[in-house]
Every structure is written in structure tokens, then in C-alpha cells.
């Protein structure tokens, strides 16, 4: 078929083939497949808090903007239940005309 030569050949192209592909995405991977600024900058990521004081005051953080989507939360369900119970008065008296 092939002979020696051809053997040789493929076996030379499975050995280099995987060492020819290390190569060309080992090298210089900084510059080419960075994406820049994909990390956050140290001033943008979250601040765990170490202290006690610090700790409570994040607490106190969180708990005053739960309260405050709460409040929110609770103001639109009251609008909404007054809307529908104006738009059910309004069905009642157009049904009774």
C-alpha cells in the first residue's frame, strides 16, 4: 500500500498535530484572548464586611431597603385592588342601568 514512508509520515503528523495545537493556544494567551476590563476593578467589587460594627451596619443597610420595597410592594398591591374594585363598581352600575 503506502510503504514505510507513509507510516512514518502519519505518524509524525499524530505526534505533531496535538503538539502543534498546544503550541499555537499556549503561547501568548494574554494578548489574544484577553477581553479588557472583564475583571472588576477593586473600587467595584463587593466589600465584605471584617468589623463588628461594620457588620451591624450592613445589617441595618439591609433591612432598611427591605423595608423600603415592602412599603412599595405594598402601595402598588393597594392601588391595584382599588383599581379593580373602581372597574367592578363601574361594571355594577353599568350592568343595573
Known amino acids: ?57 450592613e445589617l441595618e443597610r439591609l433591612r432598611q431597603k427591605r423595608l423600603y420595597l415592602r412599603d412599595r410592594r405594598l402601595a402598588a398591591e393597594a392601588q391595584a385592588r382599588a383599581r379593580e374594585q373602581q372597574q367592578a363598581a363601574q361594571q355594577q352600575q353599568q350592568n343595573d342601568e
Open 1 to 57: 500500500m503506502g510503504g514505510l514512508n507513509l507510516e512514518v509520515f502519519k505518524f509524525g503528523m499524530y505526534v505533531m498535530f496535538p503538539i502543534g495545537i498546544m503550541y499555537y493556544f499556549g503561547t501568548n494567551l494574554d494578548e489574544r484572548f484577553s477581553v479588557p476590563d472583564f475583571w472588576p476593578k477593586p473600587e467595584q467589587t463587593n466589600k465584605i464586611p471584617l468589623e463588628r460594627e461594620e457588620i451591624q451596619a
